[in-house]
């Protein structure tokens, strides 16, 4: 009887083996269609990011600064006495160092950020001990290549742009001047010669008091509207 069990198991088997349907391999057509979905897409990609170039001057090259308050003594001298530190906040007229007998002051209310400690160095006129910055004073200061839309470029021009600090977080502003003269950059090579590009500074100004957190210094990546 067993045998006779056996061989009817395995016929039941074939025979759900042979009801279950085959799997079909996609055709030619069907293989080409989904090609052409995907070339698409990436077109349709393209073409956003194509048109958001062409609404924007685009640079990595930018960095968050104010213009340098060196404060120096007037007479030559040993540093005797450092009375600040990097970060504080400075009133106006108020004592930061002793170089010999001279005491240096500050004339306008800033942020120190950099602060000589070396006592018994000496300093001669016009080497800073403090160096202090305006707050109010900060800009975005974006170098643009000649050759990189800075003919779009013109004063209250709206500007959107990030800090590396802060990701995530957008900020905004507007050109306040475009530079007259350049500065070289790179070289860069080609087939035929090597040349030195030419960034153009674009300075940016910005609400300092809406944005108390960028700091001079701080690095940043800039969009500028067309």
């Known amino acids: 009887m067993e045998p006779q069990h056996n061989q009817q198991h395995q016929q039941a088997s074939s025979a ?13 057509k069907q293989i080409l269609g989904g090609l052409g979905i995907a070339g698409v897409i990436v077109l349709i990609f393209a073409t956003i990011y194509w048109i958001h170039e062409q609404k924007f001057v685009y640079t990595d090259n930018a960095q968050i600064s104010a213009p340098l308050i060196n404060l120096t ?6 540093l005797k006495a450092v009375y600040v530190n990097q970060g504080d906040w ?3 007229n108020e004592i930061v160092a002793r170089v010999g007998d001279d005491m240096i002051r500050t004339q306008v209310a800033g942020v120190a950020v ?7 160095a000496n300093y001669t006129p016009g080497e ?7 707050p109010d004073q900060l800009k975005v200061v974006a170098q643009v290549q000649e050759d990189k839309g800075l003919q779009y470029l013109y004063a209250g021009q709206d500007v959107n742009f990030t800090v590396d600090a802060f990701p995530g977080r957008a900020y905004h502003g507007t050109v ?9 950059g790179d070289v860069v090579f080609n087939i035929s ?15 300092t008091t809406a944005y108390p957190e960028l ?3 701080m690095s940043a990546k800039v969009w500028i509207v067309k």
């Open 128 to 134: 800073p001990v403090v160096t202090m910055v305006q």
């Open 90 to 92: 400075l009133y106006p």
């Open 176 to 184: 306040e001047s475009v530079s007259d003269t350049s500065h070289n």
């Open 114 to 120: 950099t602060v000589k400690q070396d006592l018994g």
């Open 16 to 28: 759900d083996q042979s009801a279950k349907p085959a799997r079909k391999r996609p055709n030619r």
């Open 73 to 78: 003594a007037l007479t030559p001298g040993d």
């Open 215 to 217: 700091q001079n210094g």
């Open 193 to 207: 010669d090597k040349r030195q590009e030419q960034n153009f500074d674009v300075k940016i100004a910005f609400d």
